[in-house]
């Protein structure tokens, strides 16, 4: 062995963290100045992760809690924000509040005033997006378009959550270009929060777009995208 611990990496790993820093490369090319990518390292392994850092990716997200905490306390020799992105249990918020940086995924009241309970006893400010159900679909989370207002107000009373903006997924489709209304209206909603200032944060995170959408997205005003396969390839089956 060479010393240090690249040189103790398979050639095909070597390739695999090479084709990580080209990826990345060529997708900030191709974004606006302004738009923030998060790594989504759902069933990622630490490595890759690592490797998006040195990249220069600084956001990171992860679905599940217990997968998360995994990966963050491995994660120490690295600089990271971590983003919770998938749907939060309540009887998770806990776990949740001591490890994340910022919860993407606020999707209920209930959610809401649970997280506000745990970081009040935890003493530490969280910020949080919305979770808005842009497609009015009945089996996902979030908030319905109408029902918005009712949680900013919520968390205008808050000394602990702090919002910082919205998120949406829209509809998976085949065609990205269908997820483009979605977008439209997260970003209306968004634009509205904003100019009124209902909240007692600070709103300018407009988190839309995955792998196969970012590009549609970031024309509709995205200015965080979450992305995994385009940054680590397909998932193994």
């Known amino acids: 062995m060479i010393g240090g611990s690249t040189a103790c990496l398979r050639i095909d ?10 990826n ?13 990518i998060l790594a989504a390292v759902k ?19 992860h679905n599940y ?15 990271a924000d971590w983003h919770m992105i998938g749907h939060l249990q309540r009887n998770k918020a806990k776990q949740a509040v ?19 309970k745990r970081c009040s006893q935890a003493e530490k400010e969280m910020p949080v997006l919305i979770e808005v159900n842009s ?3 009945k089996n996902k ?16 009373s808050c000394d602990y959550l702090k919002l910082r903006g919205l998120m949406t997924m829209g509809p998976l489709t085949g065609d990205p270009e269908l997820s483009r209304p979605y977008f439209k209206e997260t970003r209306r909603i968004f634009e509205e929060i904003s ?16 792998s196969n959408s970012y590009q549609i997205a970031v024309d509709e005003g995205a200015n965080l995208i979450r992305l995994g396969t385009c940054i680590f390839g397909p998932r193994d089956s």
């Open 43 to 61: 069933t990622r392994t630490l490595d890759e992760a690592r490797a998006a850092s040195d990249a220069g990716i600084r956001l990171f997200g």
């Open 13 to 22: 790993e070597i390739d695999e963290m090479n084709a990580i820093n080209k």
């Open 141 to 156: 989370t979030g908030i319905l378009p109408e029902d918005i207002g009712a949680i900013v107000e919520y968390l205008r």
């Open 135 to 137: 497609g009015r679909e």
């Open 195 to 210: 100019r009124t200032q209902a909240s007692n944060g600070d709103v300018q995170i407009l988190s839309m777009g995955m």
């Open 24 to 36: 990345i490369e060529a997708i900030k090319r191709s974004l606006p100045e302004g738009v923030q």
């Open 98 to 116: 001591e490890i994340f940086d910022l919860i993407e995924s606020l999707d209920s009241l209930r959610l809401a005033r649970e997280l506000e």
């Open 65 to 79: 809690v217990q997968e998360a905490e995994a990966m963050i306390t491995r994660a120490e020799d690295f600089d």
